[in-house]
């Protein structure tokens, strides 16, 4: 029942964020992490505000990250999820951690960056 629920609820975001839905700009957060097990995973979520002027978030992904952290294979993970869910000229910016791979993963795709002021401050 889980991979269905999943299935659905992927379906419906892909609905929401789909080309004829009014949105046309997305910002992106992102953290790529390893567990204690030592499995790495990375989250994506989008930030956009409605035609109803209410900001909205989504997480696009969360998943398993099997390859070693280098900026291209960051960047060819975000290509994907991007491509997925058919934004790729929505994009406005994207903010994570400072981690050189991640920076360059994101320059090199052609988007703006931001570091996160946490991550900063720390």
Known sequence: MIPALYQKTKEA???ELGPNCGIHHVCLT???W???ANESYMAVI???ITDEFQLKAILS???HFEDAHTNENIQRVLNNIVDEYELSTEINFM???NGANIQKAITDI???HYGCYGHTLN
């Open 30 to 32: 992102s953290d790529l």
């Open 34 to 36: 390893t567990s204690r």
């Open 110 to 112: 052609g988007w703006k």
């Open 61 to 63: 992904d969360c998943a």
């Open 46 to 48: 989008g930030h956009f």
């Open 13 to 15: 975001l892909k609905i």
């Open 95 to 97: 903010v994570t951690d």
